[in-house]
């Protein structure tokens, strides 16, 4: 039971960085109806850039933090504007096939630029445990969680509160009804993709500590998709549940489950999520028109 | 402007529309049958590449050129050929019999593969292809009494009648196999099992309502397209004679993509002609390698700018950089692909002086919802 509740924990962090992948992939997927290939490849830039501001630069961790969050908006707005506007309205799948080749640019490009080797970040948090009876919590588990929670309900504020959050949900629910209303949607396009990437990059900080920092690392951004699928791909909630629950399920089936099975666990979930619900667990019914 | 007059039924129901494009495939034809004599066995071996790509670029554009699926998850069913060969052929089975047969297993899983297709469109429908061809790779790596785990299989030559097929063997076994192929691909996309593939991209709703069975059509292109892609993978194992899952990976699966993307979407030319751009990439890549840095050090006359081309060029991404460039550039700026450069071209020559780039001009696409509202 001891060791359920411990892989339990540790899942449950793997998978907020799933769901904060996921979450990516929500946002843009809301606003935009393109379904971002290169999500995981932003989070790798994100800790690769975390490494030259903390490690080379020697910056403080969360002023560094800070460096990286502005460095990789300012980067998801310009891979908005040179492929991603140019191609809206374009079949879904030159849209996916576009953002699979940006993915494919932006992980060699890293690794030219940092190199093949696995590099490591130190944070505050590095090395601390807490005990709660008798589980034993590492404080790098707990970071990700707690930045978890606080970064939905930042998000959650946002787009509940502030104007341009409100102008955003506006754009997503119909683009042409937001135009007539005077906001202006390639301005909110733009800034959905920097809050897209600004999420990963906080996702890819988060996780630097657990994992090595390298160019492979964008591959984790395919474990987000079962996580966005479950989740119903255009719920935000959902995404961080689905994240979750397919962070669990990696972990327990990687303790219980003979070796081999925690790698597909997570898709042997989604093909079952979707042949049973494809719209995802908290997703609505869709129906199309001609 | 030409026209193409019809006068009859037949003339819409040929093979060949004109007297000069039946001599040009022949010609065609003719150069491939007279290849083995004609060059090195380099080339040769190229050829059976571009052979093996071609097929599995038909069957990815009966897929999502005609029937408007999407699959990220083809190199799945190319492993799925390759390991029922290789088994087979481990055996002692005849490879006219495995041949069809692989393909035909490979069909029957495209046809499962398919079902969730069903329900399933666009982006979902991409995910869990993709899903799937990770877990098939799993199970290549882990199921060791048959596909002999992680450190792959050899695959004993293929004999006919007792004698091993060798090199120019396997290479009329490939042209044969891609006529094949490409006549069937033809004739599906002009009979009406093709005329339902369109209609169901077009619009699902709209295909349904004038009666096109939607789930018959789409797992049927699912299982024609899987099929081709089994077939090839059969040759592709002869070929190469050692399999190994990790040459089944995602990147094939994109590389395999990249053919219709480069080729042109819905074109079975476009196949043939992504496929050979896809081949040639990398001796492309080599040639780069080896004669850009002088090149730069000549014409910029420092040595040192020459050794740090040379070192980027032979960074381990830059495969992958360049393959990412091409499908950016080619789903920006000619989404018909080489295919349309093609056409382009054919027109450009038939109405010389009069060729207007606007007849190609592309209508303004806007952002179509695939939600309902």
Redesign the interface.
């Known amino acids: 039971m001891l060791d359920f509740v411990q892989q339990t924990i540790s899942g449950v962090a793997v998978g907020c960085v799933y769901g904060l992948i996921a979450l990516g992939f929500v946002l843009i997927y809301k606003a935009t109806e393109v379904v971002n290939f290169a999500q995981g490849e932003l989070m790798m830039l994100g800790a690769f850039l975390s490494y030259t501001f903390i490690a080379t630069l020697g910056l403080n961790y969360w002023l560094g933090f800070l460096a990286c969050l502005v460095c990789m908006a300012l980067l998801g707005m310009l891979m908005e504007r040179l492929v991603v506007r140019p191609i809206l309205g374009y079949p879904q799948f030159s849209i996916v096939m576009a953002t699979i080749g940006l993915g494919m640019v932006l992980r060699s490009l890293a690794g030219m630029f940092w190199g093949t080797d696995d590099l490591r970040i130190e944070t505050p948090f590095s090395k601390a445990v807490y005990h709660l009876g008798p589980l034993v919590i590492a404080a790098d588990d707990l970071s990700i969680i707690v930045a978890t929670a606080l970064l939905c309900v930042i998000l959650y504020a946002f787009f509940r509160f502030t104007r341009m959050g409100v102008a955003m949900q506006a754009v997503s629910q119909n683009m042409l009804a937001a135009y007539y209303m005077g906001i202006p949607v390639k301005r909110m396009f733009a800034s959905i993709w920097a809050i897209s990437a600004m999420v990963a990059t906080a996702a890819g900080i988060l996780l630097a500590p657990i994992t090595f920092i390298h160019s492979n690392l964008g591959f984790l951004g395919l474990k987000a998709f079962p996580a966005a699928v479950l989740g119903g791909f255009t719920s935000i909630p959902g995404a961080l549940v689905g994240g979750v629950i397919i962070g669990v399920v990696e972990t327990l089936s990687g303790f219980y489950l003979p070796e081999g099975f925690k790698d597909i666990a997570a898709y042997v979930v989604l093909l079952a999520v979707l042949l049973v619900r494809p719209q995802g667990l908290l997703g609505g019914a869709m129906l199309k028109k001609v | 402007m030409s026209f193409r007059i019809r006068t009859g039924y037949e003339d819409d129901l040929r093979l060949f529309k004109t007297r000069e494009s039946a001599i040009a495939y022949g010609l065609l034809l003719a150069v491939l049958l007279a290849a083995p004599f004609l060059i090195g066995s380099y080339f040769l071996s190229q050829i059976v590449f571009v052979l093996i790509y071609t097929i599995v670029g038909v069957g990815l554009v009966l897929l999502?050129g005609y029937a408007g699926q999407?699959s990220?998850g083809h190199a799945a069913f190319l492993a799925i050929g390759a390991y029922t060969a290789a088994n087979a052929a481990k055996y002692g089975v005849p490879i006219y019999v495995y041949l069809p047969a692989a393909a035909l297993l490979t069909g029957v899983v495209g046809w499962l593969v398919g079902l969730?297709a069903l329900?399933?469109?666009?982006?979902?429908l991409?995910?869990?292809t993709?899903?799937?061809a990770?877990?098939v790779e799993?199970i290549l790596?882990?199921w060791e009494r048959v596909t002999n785990g992680n450190e792959g299989m050899m695959i004993k030559p293929a004999t006919l009648v007792g004698k091993p097929l060798g090199e120019s063997g396997l290479y009329y076994l490939c042209v044969f196999c891609t006529v094949v192929v490409v006549l069937l691909a033809v004739n599906v996309i002009r009979s009406p099992t093709g005329r339902a593939f369109v209609a169901l991209r077009d619009?699902?709703?709209?295909a349904r309502s004038m009666g096109v069975d939607a789930a018959r059509y789409k797992t049927f292109a699912f299982a024609l397209s899987a099929g081709m892609t089994g077939l090839a993978g059969v040759l592709y194992a002869h070929k190469l004679s050692f399999i190994s899952p990790e040459m089944f990976t995602?990147s094939l699966s994109?590389e395999f993509?990249?053919i219709i993307?480069i080729g042109g979407?819905a074109s079975i030319r476009g196949a043939a002609l992504g496929a050979i751009f896809m081949i040639m990439v990398d001796p492309l890549l080599v040639l780069l390698k080896d004669g850009l840095p002088g090149l730069i050090g000549r014409i910029s006359g420092s040595p040192l700018l020459q050794d740090k081309a040379s070192v980027?060029l032979s960074?381990?991404?830059?495969?992958?950089?360049i393959?990412?460039?091409?499908?950016?550039f080619f789903?920006?700026h000619e989404?018909m692909g080489l295919d349309g450069r093609w056409i382009k071209l054919k027109t450009w020559l038939t109405q010389f002086p009069f060729y207007r780039p606007a007849t190609f001009r592309r209508q303004k696409?806007?952002?179509?919802?695939?939600?309902?509202?």
């Open positions: 999502s999407t990220i969730p329900r399933l469109h666009g982006i979902y991409a995910i869990a993709f899903a799937f990770l877990i799993e790596a882990r619009s699902e709703t709209a995602l994109i993509v990249m993307i979407v980027l960074a381990p991404g830059v495969k992958s950089l393959f990412g460039l091409i499908i950016i789903i920006i989404p696409m806007y952002l179509k919802s695939e939600r309902g509202r």
